[in-house]
């Protein structure tokens, strides 16, 4: 039980730290199997909510001083006020930009908190199970190593960098539409 607490805690402090974090859901997977996912998904949704809003009641003002002379930045930042939840859900599922740096970044804008979580609930899910679901394969693979699971990493690996592909087009052309609309 003690290990459990421990490890939402270091997860929490890792997520709210700008500082990678990819690496705590794999060994959850590994040491706590299929029970990781709640407890990753919660931890990470918590650690979200906490650096959305110290961004958002701490370095709001300066930044939207920041915008203010950069008509690029306050183009991307009416974006997401506008879209917000859809903005937050393809960020998330895009590996491109670092998560804990999203959690930041979207506080400094206009996406209101809620729809910010309802968004982020969603984006996280297929990557949270992704890397608890290496973490479980590991821990396969130190013991049997079978030809499904290779198999199904293999898919999941290739699901992933589809995904990634898609979801990145697609952020990019969502990005580019308010662009476009002021010409």
Known sequence: MYGVVIFVVVLVVMTWLPAPDWPLPIMAGYVYGVWAFPMVYISIVVASAVAFLAARHLARDKVRAFLRRRPRYRALDRAVAEHGWQMVFLVRLSPIIPFNLQNY?????????????????????????????????????????????????????????????????????YLAEPNERRR
């Open 105 to 173: 970044a979207f506080g400094v804008t206009g996406v209101p908190l809620l729809p910010y979580l309802w968004a982020t609930l969603a984006g996280i899910t297929p990557g949270t199970a992704l890397y608890v679901y290496f973490g479980i394969f590991g821990k396969g693979l130190s013991s049997t190593p079978s030809a499904l699971n290779w198999v199904s990493l293999g898919l999941g690996v290739a699901a992933s960098i589809a995904l990634g592909v898609f979801v990145t087009r697609t952020t990019k052309t």
